[in-house]
């Protein structure tokens, strides 16, 4: 599976942000996706997961309310929308793939960075 994330900048705090994610090599609607962030000198998190069919999704709550994940499985893409953003959003983003609900992330992209400055 491959997976080409699309959309990081830098933004100012409060600002919208909207991220894709373009996926191939697998039958996309297969997939469980999901998105995750490291801050610099911080571990990798989990900001959230959307369900094969896009019916269910995630999310922590450090992004709960601010973050909204969607899928095209059509156009293969999962998107993270994300509003109200803070400073301590800033992080390189990464889509990520599982093949099961609830086990770890399969697949991983290259990640986009994301930086919001106050």
């Known amino acids: 599976v491959q997976l080409v994330e699309s959309g990081g900048g830098s933004v100012q705090a409060g600002d919208s942000l909207t991220l894709s994610c373009a996926a191939s090599?697998?039958?996309?609607?297969?997939?469980?996706m999901g998105w995750s962030r490291q801050a610099p000198g911080k571990e990798r998190e989990t900001v959230g997961y959307?369900?094969?069919?896009?019916?269910?999704?995630y999310y922590p709550n450090s992004v709960k309310g601010r973050f909204t994940i969607s899928r095209d499985n059509v156009k293969n893409t999962v998107y993270l929308k994300m509003n109200s953003l803070k400073p301590e959003d800033t992080a390189i983003y990464y889509c990520?793939?599982?093949?099961?609900?609830?086990?770890?992330?399969?697949?991983w992209g290259q990640g986009t960075l994301v930086t919001v400055s106050s």
């Open positions: 990520a793939a599982a093949l099961r609900l609830g086990s770890e992330f399969n697949y």
């Open positions: 959307i369900t094969r069919d896009g019916m269910r999704s």
């Open positions: 090599g697998r039958t996309f609607s297969d997939l469980i």
